[in-house]
Each structure stands twice: as C-alpha cells, then as structure tokens.
C-alpha cells in the first residue's frame, strides 16, 4: 500500500519565490496534517484538515503561508512570499477517521535563499 | 497547556545494550504514540497504546502506558545500530479533533557498533 506521498522532496528557491509544497494522504484517510519542523522549535503542527475542511489553522506562522485540500486525495502548503526562516522540512500526515494515529509522508526539506 | 516531556534528551549506548526512555505529561491521555524519524525521513508509528497499564511489544520494542496514563515508556532490548534515531512519544490533545495530536521534543539515540 503507498504511504503519504509529497512532492518535492527537496526545494531550494530565493527569497521572495512562491513555493508550493504538495501532499497525496493516504486513500480512505480522513484527516490531513501539515507540519514543520526544525532544529530550534521541534515538530510543529500549522494546519489540519478533517474532510477536505481546515479545522484548525492556528499554527500556520502567518498570512505568507496557505493550505489547500480541493478534494480528499490533494492538499497543498503555498508560502508567498518566502523567505530564509522558512527554511525546515515540511512533513504532511494522514489519519484515518476513528482513530488518533498519524501516518507521515517522507518530508519536504526547503531551503529559502 | 498540555506538554508532554520527554527523557532522556539523547542516549549514547553500545550495541547490545537495552535501552528504556520515558514520556511524562501533567495532563492525562487516553492514547500513547511512538514514533521512530530516521535521518532524512518522516516519522514512522511504532506503537500505539489505548489501555491504562497496556503493555505492548513490536520486536525488540516494547512500550507501556503508565497506570496513572500520565506516563509511558519506551524499551529498546538489544539494540543494534539500526536503531539510531530520534524517538517521539505523542498523544492526542485534550479537546482537540481526533487526531490532533502532541508531540514530545524527542529522544535521540546513538548506537556505537
């Protein structure tokens, strides 16, 4: 069975891009996660989603950074505009409904320039 | 708020040693995760706990979930140099949806072969 699948796996861009990171949770999972994590600060939630509905998005650091999920197999993290303190890697998860397990995909590892 | 506190912070140990670490909160939970992150990758359920008192093994594993549920622990029999890894205990915040979870800040360990 695939995993969480995200994409890219690695991005580098230069600050003021727009970077889009995106996720594919896995089928029949109900509720997606976005996380960031760095050295500093650990594991941070920014945002999830139950049924394609942002639930809560407390975490996301501020108005640069948005988070999509138009159908329940896609979600996307967009940060616009970025800059070098977002540099971390950014992980999705998936969790199936029911149940409080958390399935992460492999990370995304952006570097803002 | 809800923390969840983990020890020790990092582990050096020899192969063949066992290991055991701990994750303490101040809040009770009714379910306890733990996780393994590899270098470059995302985390990865090991074992989940949903009984005060639970015991449960996976391999070498084996973690419990303390009878006072605001404790659990997490031992490594044998280990070997695969194990290297930061370890996180997790469980879901109080109030929250389901599947939001908390995240301890980690046990790193270190396996000289």
């Known amino acids: 069975d695939a995993g969480v699948i995200q994409s890219p796996r690695h991005e580098v861009t230069e600050m003021g891009q727009e970077v889009t990171l995106r996720c594919k949770p896995i089928?029949?999972?109900?509720?997606l996660f976005w996380y960031r994590q760095t050295m500093m600060r650990g594991l941070e939630l920014l945002i999830y989603?139950?049924?394609?509905?942002?639930?809560?998005d407390s975490g996301m650091p501020e108005d640069r950074f948005s988070a999509k999920m138009p159908n329940a197999s896609f979600s996307t993290l967009k940060i616009q505009p970025s800059e070098p303190r977002d540099s971390a890697v950014y992980f999705c998860a998936s969790s199936p409904r029911g149940y409080n397990e958390q399935f992460f995909g492999p990370g995304t590892r952006l570097t803002v320039l | 708020g809800q923390q969840l506190n983990q020890s020790p912070q990092s582990m050096f140990i020899q192969e063949g040693e066992d290991v055991s670490m701990n994750c303490t909160s101040s809040s009770i939970f009714n379910t306890w995760l733990w996780y393994k992150q590899e270098p470059g990758e995302g985390p990865v359920l090991l074992i989940a706990l949903y009984k005060a008192g639970e015991l449960t093994s996976n391999g070498r594993l084996t973690a419990q979930f303390g009878i006072t549920r605001k404790d659990s622990f997490l031992n490594i029999s044998a280990s070997i140099p695969s194990d290297v890894g930061i370890y996180f205990c997790a469980g879901p915040l109080y109030g929250g949806s389901q599947g939001n979870l908390i995240f301890g800040k980690g046990t790193k360990l270190s396996v000289k072969p």
């Open positions: 989603f139950n049924n394609n509905v942002p639930i809560d």
């Open positions: 089928s029949g999972h109900n509720s």
